[in-house]
Structure formats: C-alpha cells, structure tokens
C-alpha cells in the first residue's frame, strides 16, 4: 500500500508538471489557433534559466525565480513579436512547423550555451521526506503538486475575471467581432505568449529540482499532447485532469505492466480520445469535422 | 533562335506534355547527363551524401503528395519508412527474397498500414489530424525498440547487400543507379498521378474538401489513397535506406526523421515534386556541410567547432522559419522565379508559366 502512495504522490507530482506545460499550450491555442510544438522546449528553457539565475549568478531563490521569469517572458514576447506575428493567417502546416522550427533553434541555442552535460544546484524546494503514514515521500514531490495547482488556479482566475483573460477568450470565440469591440489582437497574443512562457518557467523551475538540468526535459513537450487532447485543447481545468491521468497512468504501468508501456499506452489513449470525443472531457464541442 | 516572350501551344500534345518546351527538355537533358556523369567523377563521399539525396527525394515526394497535395497533415513519416525498412530487411534476412521484391513488397506493407494510420483522417482534419499521425509515430517507434522477436529492439539488424547477375551491390557507385532510378522513377510516377484525375482529386480535397465532394470527389477514399500512395513511397524510401546502409536501426527513423521530411517539403515547396528533390538535397546536404566545417576548423578553433552541432541544430530551425516568412513556397518558387526571369529575357513585361510544378 505505500508503494502505491509513493506511485501516486510522484505520478501527481508528474502531472502536475505536465498540467504546467499543457497549460501553456492551451492558452497559446485558446488566443491564437497554434498548437505550441516548442512548448516542450519553453519547459527546457525555464530549467536553465533558473540555472542560470540562481546558481550561475548567485542571486538568491527569490530574486533569482524573479529572474528566470522575466527572462522567459522576453524570450516568449520576442518570438511571438518576429516569428508567430507574421504568420498570422497561414495555414495549419505553417504554423506546425513554426513551432517545430523554433523548438529546433532553442534547442540549438541551449545547448551551445549549457553544453550536453546534466547540471545540479540545490533545489528551491527543501530537500528530505515527508513520512505519511507507512510511506515516505520526497518533500520536493509533494509540494509541486500545491505549487502547479495554485499557478493554474492562478490561470483560470485570469481567463474569468481579468480584461486580458476575457479579451481572449472572446478572440477565441470570434476573431472578427472581437476585433470590432476594439480588441488590441497583438497585444492579446503577446499576453498568450508571455502566460506559456510564465507556466512553463515555473515547471522548468519544479524540474530544475525534481530532476535535475539536462538536454532531457524537453522531451515533455511531446508527452503533454495526450494530456491536452484528453482534458480538451481549450480548457485548464482540462488540463489538470488530463495531467492527473497521464502522470498517474504513467507510474502505475511503469510499474504494475513494465515493458516500457507507459511510454506508449498514453498515446494509445490519445488515438481512443480522438476517436472517441476529439474534443476532449471538457473542450468545447466545435471541432473541424469531415 | 527566336525570342520567347510567352507560352503559347498550338496543339493538345504539347499542352499536355510534362516537358513542352524545347528549353525545358534542355534544361532536363543537361541535368540528366549530370545526373550520369556525377559518379564518374565524384568520391565516394559524394556518392554517398548523392545515395542519401537520392533516398530522401523519393521519401519527401511521398510526403509531399500527402501534405502538400492532399493537404493532410502528418507527423508519421518515420513511422512509414520504419515500416518499409523493417519490412523489407527482415524479409531478405529470414526468408531469402530478393531484394528487388522484397523492397516492392515492403512498400504494398507500408502502403497498407499507411492507409489505416489514415483511417482518422475520416474524422479528423488539420491539427486533430497532425496529433494523431503523432501519436501513429510514437506507436510504431514503440513498436521498434520494444517487439524484440522481430525487430531486435535496440540491436541494429545486418541486411545483406543487394545482388544483380551475381555481382554484390555493397558499393556506393553500385548503388547510386538504383537510388537514382528509384528517384527519377517517383518522380515521373508522382507528376503522372498529380495531373491524373486522382491528382487532382488530392487537390480538390486540399483547397476545399465540401466543394470536392459536391462535384462528385469521394474525399474519404481519396484521402486514404493519398495516405496508401504516400506511403508506399515512404515505404520504397525506407527499404531502400535498409539496403543502402545494409543495416537498420530504430534511431534512423523517429519522429525527427518525420519533421526533417516536413522541413524538406517546406523548404522545397509543398505540392511540388521539384521543390521535393531541391529540398532533400538541401536538408541532406546542409548538416554534411556544417559537419565538414567544424571538421576543417577542429585543431584551429576546437571551441567553435564544439559548439557546431548545436548551431546545426539551430540552423535548421532557423531555415524553416526564414522560408515559412519569407518564402512559404519554397526552394520550387525560388527556382521559377529565376526561370520565369530568363524566359522572356530581355523583355520584361511578360512572366511566362510560374513555377507551379
């Protein structure tokens, strides 16, 4: 029965990151129409730059989280403002590709910068276990999960009650007339932009400590596709269940099953979602259909 | 010689031809004898980048026909050529067929699992679609490192080397005229069935799929016939990369195989089967190129040449951007530009035929 405790904490915990880097691409998706290959990439990033900002420059945690972010939004606003903007309107394989493209040039330019070797530094989240009855738990596992849930809520509060978050959700439901109620779509975009960067930081900066900074973490960003489609493209709460199931799916076949099949049993999931109800368990139900 | 200052046919034959011109047939006639006289000249280390060139263009004109003809979007091209090399290697190592058909043999295989990955294309379409055929790649990449009995998971399978009337083809110059064969003969094939009315069914289908079924297109099974062709070249392309190496590795083909595919038929031009040749030979030829340099600048300047695959990583990315801002229609467009120019030279007051095709 621990066992299973510890599986589920540290699948939680691994949902929760995947739910950070799903979130991102939702909001991406909800503002603009593009799914976010790089977003996988943007996680990487933020593994980094926390390095960067905290160990390499010595700064404390605070200022240094402080940082990370500020550095990561500029680099989201900065490919948004030179690379998205002018595709605006192309069709769907462009805008594929263009993230594709981008996760290829920040893998680039992470890795000439950082090298392939893994880096360590101390965790921001304290180190040691918690004891929950019979089992004992990472500290830094645990706590993730209250730390992606409270950034998501955080997210969710900005699509309902913020200017900026409801701008957005009306340039989701129609462009045209969100355009003529004096909706500034630039600006909405680079907000959407900025807001992937933010909750892909604060996953990088969970990963940073929870698994180390390695060339390795931007292979998340494939395995947040079967999370977005299972919770729907369009909706964080979605997202946080999707991620739940995923992370949890994943540990307990890692484990029970073996054979490497949690790697592939997510994305068999996701051929079943898509058959099944492509939008999701709680996208909206408007879909290109043949 | 008369000065052109347009395209004007006076007969059905000549419209219809794929080379009407008699500067088109040229132009043909002077690459084609390139194409004859290049392994006489080159080392093999040119022959080897000319085999894998030669490879890709038939692998980016079967992705080609899919995604930039049919307009279905698919991220498991790897997955595709996997299946053709697995296909057709075990083949040849188990049950002794020849090479020649066990190559045509693994591209019907592929071709059939082609068409059922594209069984949610039925339902699906665009960005749907796209995650889908990701999920199809992930599925067959599994499949490949962990169904060990016939695939050897991570150990790499020997081929043995093609044999013609009795001489082994292990050779870059032997080989170099299958590749070029194969190549010249997707191309003719993919140019026939874009202007057959199944090609242009695709088209109809990728411009705008209700109108295409109105005028009587059945655009599910025109879609499966883009997946099954599509594939299949995919599958002939894969094949011929086991037989090339005379081994087959699960690395050759992931999901990255898959987007450098998508990157030579962007930076080529979709829809067009020019554009799939310039853009393999591009990307085929770009990362040698940046490889050669860090080799030459090793003991002069070892910190940049360090830092190089991380650039060609980087370059890469940066190519498809700067074509997909600048260029969407690729290399193809590019290269009818340049044409377009010459073509009624001196005057300037008339474009002939764009560079469509």
């Known amino acids: ?290 | 010689m008369s000065l052109e200052c347009g395209v004007f046919h006076t007969r059905y034959e000549a419209d219809m031809g794929l080379r009407p011109r008699p500067v088109q047939r040229i132009r043909l006639g002077v690459f084609a004898l390139f194409v004859l006289l290049f392994p006489f000249v080159a080392g093999p280390y040119w022959l080897n980048l000319a085999n894998q060139v030669a490879i890709a263009t038939v692998g980016a004109i079967g992705l080609n026909l899919l995604v930039g003809s049919t307009g279905q979007i698919s991220l498991g091209h790897g997955a595709f050529m996997a299946i053709g090399a697995y296909t057709s290697g075990l083949l040849t190592l188990h049950l002794g067929v020849p090479w020649g058909a066990s190559i045509f043999a693994a591209a019907l295989v592929t071709a059939a699992v082609g068409a059922f990955f594209g069984l949610p294309s039925l339902r699906l379409k665009g960005l749907y679609l796209a995650i889908a055929t990701l999920a199809a790649q992930e599925i067959v990449e599994w499949g490949m490192t962990n169904w060990t009995a016939v695939t050897g998971g991570a150990e790499a399978i020997v081929v043995p080397a093609p044999v013609l009337f009795g001489v082994r083809l292990n050779s870059d110059f032997a080989f170099y005229w299958i590749a070029v064969l194969t190549a010249g003969g997707a191309a003719l094939f993919a140019a026939n069935l874009l202007r057959s009315r199944v090609g242009r069914a695709f088209e109809a289908v990728r411009d705008q799929d209700i109108a295409a079924s109105v005028i009587g297109v059945d655009v599910f099974r025109t879609k499966l016939l883009a997946f099954a062709t599509s594939s299949f070249l995919a599958g002939l392309a894969g094949a011929m990369i086991a037989f090339h190496r005379n081994i087959i590795t699960w690395e050759r083909f992931t999901l990255s195989t898959s987007i450098l595919f998508l990157a030579m038929i962007i930076v080529g031009g979709l829809g067009s089967i020019r554009g799939s040749f310039l853009g393999a030979a591009l990307i085929t030829l770009l990362p040698a190129m940046i490889d050669n340099l860090g080799r030459s600048i090793q003991d002069t300047a070892p910190q940049i040449a360090a830092v190089l695959p991380y650039a060609q990583q980087a370059v890469f990315g940066i190519v498809i951007i700067l074509f997909l801002i600048f260029e969407p229609r690729g290399l193809s467009r590019l290269w009818g530009n340049v044409k377009d120019y010459f073509h009624v030279w001196p005057f300037a007051y008339r474009r002939g035929e764009s560079g469509a095709r």
């Open chain 1, 1 to 290: 029965m621990d066992i299973f405790l510890q599986l589920t904490v540290s699948g939680l915990s691994t949902g929760m990151i995947y739910a950070l880097a799903a979130a991102g691409l939702v909001v991406i998706y909800k503002a603009s129409d593009v799914i976010n290959f790089a977003q996988g990439d943007l996680l990487l990033l933020g593994t980094y730059l926390v390095f960067f900002s905290v160990a390499q420059t010595g700064l404390p945690w605070s200022l240094g989280v402080l940082l990370t972010l500020l550095l990561a939004v500029a680099v989201a606003l900065a490919v948004e403002r030179l690379v998205l903007r002018p595709l605006v309107g192309e069709p769907i394989i462009s805008m594929i590709m263009v993230t594709i493209g981008l996760s290829s040039v920040l893998r680039g330019v992470i890795g000439a910068i950082w090298g392939p070797n893994p880096r360590s530094f101390d965790s921001f989240l304290p180190a040691g276990e918690l004891a929950f009855g019979p089992a004992t738990l990472a500290t830094d596992r645990v706590l993730s999960i209250p730390i992606a849930l409270a950034v998501l809520a955080g997210l969710g509060f900005f699509f309902r009650f913020t200017r900026d978050g409801i701008a957005m959700r009306a340039i989701a439901d129609d462009q045209q007339a969100a355009l003529s109620m004096g909706i500034s779509i630039p600006r909405v975009f680079g907000v959407a932009w900025g807001l992937a960067a933010v909750s892909a930081a604060i996953g990088g900066i969970m990963l940073a400590g929870i698994v180390g900074v390695s060339p390795n973490v931007g292979s998340i960003g494939l395995r947040v596709f079967p999370v977005v489609i299972l919770g729907g493209l369009d909706s964080i709460g979605g997202a946080v269940l999707g991620g739940a199931v995923i992370g949890l799916l994943e540990v307990y076949i890692g484990f029970y099953v073996g054979h490497g099949l949690n790697l592939v049993v997510p994305y068999v999931v996701l051929v079943l979602v898509l058959m099944i109800r492509p939008y999701g368990l709680f996208g909206k139900e408007v879909i290109e259909r043949v």
